[in-house]
């Protein structure tokens, strides 16, 4: 009898096949900055096809571009991947949030075939209507105090340095990668309030407007719930949690955790994003933002 042999340990592992879903909705990539998991969202849209996907807001950095220009070859990656899904006939909506609201001049245009607008209603397979928006419209630090927003955003900042520091000693420790940012939003009181009083606000505006449901972003922490009868949706982001919302083809909604659906390590996803230089795949041209 022969034994079957094992393939060598350096045997390459096939990528699995695309997964298909009737829509993605994705927010909050912060492109242009460092703490954005370009890499992890290259392979999710890589990885992932759809007859629509959102990009609710916050997609390009304009307020970290403004001060200093960063863009590493896996920020024009991902332009380059989103432009291509449309060109091969995904629908791609742009929904700017305040971090890229330069894009908000331009409302009503296409962007290589990525459309722009303000907001969106998208209607779910099994019939639910949904507003898609941002949500920094109902953040009142970001309305009426700019500047405590910036200050705030400098802060968050030194927080995710500290975070990717921190994971620097617990790897050498052999220990797993661990949100710092994350568990001081969820402990710290103001936070959670914030938090709280942000999922309330975006229920009370879908209820209002005759909406079975909200889309959103903003807030970087994922949430899928109803809250007495309105669907709130946030679809978190890819600088902490690397998370999307998708609907599958019976209508039903799910977070999708791409850092546990493929066991990766943010802390190597950083150390790539900053070192590697890609190679270009078909149709590739460099296509820098420009915030105003």
Not at 6 to 17: F, G, I, K, N, Q
Not at 118 to 128: L, M, P
Not at 211 to 231: M, N, P, Q, S, T
Request: hydrophobic share 40%; net charge negative; glycine share 6%.
């Amino acid at each position: 009898m022969t034994v079957p042999q094992s393939p060598p340990a350096s045997a390459p592992v096939a990528d699995p096949a695309p997964r298909r879903y009737r829509t993605i909705f994705v927010s909050d990539v912060h492109l242009g900055t460092r703490g954005c998991k370009a890499d992890f969202l290259l392979d999710f849209l890589r990885h992932t096809e759809s007859d629509t996907l959102y990009l609710v807001g916050d997609i390009i950095d304009g307020w970290r571009l403004r001060k200093g220009w960063y863009w590493p070859q896996a920020h024009n990656d991902v332009v380059q991947k989103l432009l291509r899904k449309a060109r091969k006939g995904c629908r791609v909506v742009y929904v700017p949030g305040n971090h890229d609201e330069f894009a908000r001049s331009y409302l009503g245009n296409d962007f290589g075939s990525i459309e722009l607008t303000a907001e969106a209603e998208h209607v779910t397979a099994d019939g639910r209507r949904l507003l898609v928006t941002h949500g920094d419209a109902f953040d009142g630090v970001v309305l009426y105090a700019k500047w405590l927003a910036l200050l705030g955003d400098h802060a968050y900042t030194l927080a995710l340095t500290l975070n990717h520091w921190f994971n620097v000693v617990r790897r050498k420790l052999n220990l797993p990668y661990w949100s710092l940012s994350g568990f001081l939003k969820n402990r710290v009181k103001n936070a959670v309030s914030f938090i709280t009083n942000y999922e309330t606000a975006m229920v009370d505006e879908a209820r209002r407007r005759k909406f079975d449901g909200v889309v959103c972003g903003h807030i970087h922490h994922a949430e899928l719930r109803e809250v007495d009868g309105i669907l709130y949706c946030n679809d978190g982001d890819w600088v902490e949690s690397c998370t999307a919302l998708v609907e599958h083809a019976d209508g039903r909604l799910e977070i999708i955790d791409w850092t546990r659906e493929r066991a990766y390590s943010p802390l190597e996803a950083w150390t790539a994003a900053n070192s590697r230089t890609a190679a270009p795949e078909e149709d590739d041209t460099v296509i820098p933002p420009v915030p105003a």
